[in-house]
């Protein structure tokens, strides 16, 4: 089978290899699963260069999410059959045609659009967590974000549409007004001065009762005083690269409360039963295609260069995906 | 009777006045309370000179508790009886030797140093509130606080005390290191670079649950680094008046909770029952003498401009408490 690989941290088009690797037959417990689908993440790229906060044990294959299909199974696997598709969930790195490994890291998937499936866990899951972890919204409520072009940002968009929540949606550019309004935002402004009293006339003086930011800087500054009393704030990343001043008038006045998020620590404690609500509210809006992720462009695992290159470039329109096997 | 009041906001010793104003009887449901002691807080101070967040209506009369005798009643007034003492709760000014009001508006006080009790509201309340309300602190657990050695810092050092909760207690000086260990005080570091190693070394790599701060600026910052995983840092003040820079990767990485605290507005919003609990905490504490405030020094009301001066001194040892009645 085949595997990417990388025996050093760097730039990933330099460092990644495609190597061929022995088949294996599943031992018992184990299930074979053919790859059909696995996106490149900003946070695989950053691993993979070293600039990412966890380092991987090297040599590594990346990836950390996808679709495959079950094409044999070992002994005393009861949950799974062979020609059924499964979400590659806690298997290791997915960016390779197949992978061998102990079946419970294997979730069947539902009929559905294998590409959007694949896509579930990472920014999804980041969207959903943050708006149901954080505060208590009903239809009707307010919440506000930056980067609302981003994965996570068109993601939380449309699940705050589906659950009548509203939404102030905060970009870079004019440009990225329009298509964030066709995917329900309902309001979307520039970043920039006065940004509370824009927000304020836009959303006729609503009480915003969460933000997401994760620009940090003077974003995240100008997102704290458009809170309502008692709002939350939760920080998911710093693209800007700079830190905030923490506004304590704030904090003591208004009541406001940051927070953090980190999914990937959600995954390591979160039970059993919170995965399964998490993946049971998720899983029948991706299937059905009642909730989208943009896709740029599809790459064989033999041409990952330009795979990663593409995932790197300012250019482009959506995710890119790896397709080991063509479906 | 006498009141303290000021007609305009400025300096305290230039804008307060004692005046003579009519006596009067108690209406139905009203009580004629004696102020024994009411203490003059640094809020006080502030609010008379303007720099406080809530303006006070003018003409004002300041101070926000203190302890009296009941000395009439009018009507209908049950909870209360003649020559009791009662903790001046929600009567609005009490900077003034008699004080005629609806009677909800003092609390029967039990037997005990009067003094103390008269500045249970505000500090030894903040105190109380800031331990209950953001951790689960149990008997064994470590918290850390900046500004040790204020009135609230103090009381904290004894609350935990009282609780088996371990304090490590940043100060500016290495000379108010000894008086915090004798008031119960753990570990006590003065403030500066390296603080967060310096608290794994005299802790022996506690985990820190929560921090309090009323500093701000370098503190703040320095104190986020010694919490342990998804501990929360109460902010109640901004004495250094610089905000800090929001370390959002502790946030991310470490869930490190900021949140804000103002007394005035628990008072505002909290229940009957939260204020009945927080208060039966409190009393017998205070009563007894298990926990106590430091008397810098007492004034008549004839004495104001020399009270608030001695108030805003900096090398004063404790409150200044106002005893418009000898005891």
Same mark, same amino acid.
């Given at each position: 089978?085949?595997?990417?690989?990388?025996?050093?941290?760097?730039?990933?088009?330099?460092?990644?290899?495609?190597?061929?690797?022995?088949?294996?037959?599943?031992?018992?417990?184990?299930?074979?699963?053919?790859?059909?689908?696995?996106?490149?993440?900003?946070?695989?790229?950053?691993?993979?260069?070293?600039?990412?906060?966890?380092?991987?044990?090297?040599?590594?294959?990346?990836?950390?999410?996808?679709?495959?299909?079950?094409?044999?199974?070992?002994?005393?696997?009861?949950?799974?059959?062979?020609?059924?598709?499964?979400?590659?969930?806690?298997?290791?790195?997915?960016?390779?045609?197949?992978?061998?490994?102990?079946?419970?890291?294997?979730?069947?998937?539902?009929?559905?659009?294998?590409?959007?499936?694949?896509?579930?866990?990472?920014?999804?899951?980041?969207?959903?967590?943050?708006?149901?972890?954080?505060?208590?919204?009903?239809?009707?409520?307010?919440?506000?974000?930056?980067?609302?072009?981003?994965?996570?940002?068109?993601?939380?968009?449309?699940?705050?549409?589906?659950?009548? /929540?509203?939404?102030?949606? #905060?970009?870079? &550019?004019? %440009?990225?007004?329009? $298509? !964030?309004?066709?995917? =329900?935002?309902? +309001?979307?402004?520039?970043?920039?001065?006065?940004?509370?009293?824009?927000?304020?006339?836009?959303?006729?003086?609503?009480?915003?009762?969460?933000?997401?930011?994760?620009?940090?800087?003077?974003?995240?500054?100008?997102?704290?005083?458009?809170?309502?009393?008692?709002?939350?704030?939760?920080?998911?990343?710093?693209?800007?690269?700079?830190?905030?001043?923490?506004?304590?008038?704030?904090?003591?006045?208004?009541?406001?409360?940051?927070?953090?998020?980190?999914?990937?620590?959600?995954?390591?404690?979160?039970?059993?039963?919170?995965?399964?609500?998490?993946?049971?509210?998720?899983?029948?809006? /991706?299937?059905?295609?009642? #909730?989208?992720? &943009?896709? %740029?462009?599809?790459? $064989? !695992?033999?041409?990952? =260069?330009?795979? +990663?290159?593409?995932?790197?470039?300012?250019?482009?329109?959506?995710?890119?995906?790896?397709?080991?096997?063509?479906?």
């Amino acid at each position: 089978m085949k595997i990417i690989e990388h025996e050093t941290l760097g730039n990933p088009a330099d460092v990644l290899e495609l190597k061929q690797v022995q088949d294996r037959t599943p031992g018992a417990g184990e299930a074979r699963v053919k790859v059909l689908a696995t996106p490149i993440h900003p946070a695989n790229l950053l691993q993979i260069s070293g600039q990412y906060a966890a380092a991987p044990d090297l040599p590594a294959i990346p990836g950390g999410e996808g679709v495959g299909t079950v094409v044999e199974l070992g002994a005393g696997v009861e949950h799974l059959q062979v020609g059924q598709n499964v979400l590659l969930a806690g298997v290791g790195g997915t960016w390779r045609d197949e992978i061998v490994a102990p079946a419970a890291g294997f979730i069947p998937a539902p009929p559905g659009d294998v590409e959007q499936l694949s896509m579930l866990a990472v920014n999804p899951m980041t969207a959903h967590l943050m708006l149901a972890d954080f505060a208590d919204l009903e239809p009707g409520d307010w919440i506000i974000q930056s980067a609302a072009n981003s994965a996570v940002g068109e993601m939380v968009i449309q699940l705050a549409a589906q659950k009548g /929540i509203n939404t102030v949606n #905060i970009v870079r &550019r004019e %440009d990225l007004i329009l $298509p !964030l309004k066709s995917l =329900g935002a309902t +309001v979307a402004l520039v970043d920039g001065p006065d940004l509370a009293e824009r927000v304020q006339a836009a959303t006729g003086g609503a009480e915003i009762k969460l933000a997401m930011d994760c620009v940090g800087g003077d974003t995240f500054e100008r997102l704290v005083e458009t809170l309502g009393y008692g709002g939350s704030i939760v920080v998911y990343g710093t693209l800007s690269g700079k830190f905030p001043e923490l506004n304590m008038r704030a904090l003591i006045a208004n009541d406001v409360r940051p927070r953090g998020f980190w999914l990937q620590q959600w995954y390591t404690t979160a039970s059993q039963e919170q995965k399964q609500a998490a993946m049971g509210a998720l899983v029948p809006l /991706i299937a059905s295609g009642a #909730i989208k992720t &943009r896709i %740029d462009s599809r790459f $064989p !695992l033999e041409e990952i =260069g330009d795979a +990663v290159n593409r995932a790197a470039a300012s250019g482009r329109d959506g995710k890119v995906l790896l397709v080991p096997n063509a479906v």
